[in-house]
């Protein structure tokens, strides 16, 4: 029973973003499936067909998703949201501090 359980996770891998493109080329190429390109370069399925999603969206053949720019953009407005809302809290602390020390 021992053997039979789930594939051990491989560790987390960083790609640059030149070979994520060769591997977008490879696939476009036509001459081998994604399935076998993953295979081919020791990538997952599912990483690649978000390589080449990604590609698509970026290139304005796809419309179902968010650009690269447009991911970018998000993570900058929620990153500047979080911290607006820290400000705020802070800001209302700080108020209600010296409410209570000028009674």
């Not at 390109?37 to 179902?64: C, Y």
């Amino acid at each position: 029973m021992e053997g039979m359980g789930k594939k051990p996770r491989r560790p987390r891998r960083a790609f640059t973003p030149e070979f994520k493109a060769e591997i977008v080329e490879v696939c476009r190429r036509g001459d081998r499936s994604i399935v076998q390109v993953a295979r081919d370069f020791d990538l997952t399925e599912t990483a690649v067909r978000d390589w080449v999603k990604q590609a698509d969206l970026d290139a304005g053949i796809r419309t179902d998703g968010l650009t690269s720019d447009e991911r970018d953009e998000l993570a900058r407005l929620r990153r500047e949201n979080r911290r607006l809302r820290e400000d705020v809290d802070i800001l209302k602390r700080a108020t209600a501090f010296f409410a209570t020390e000028t009674r």
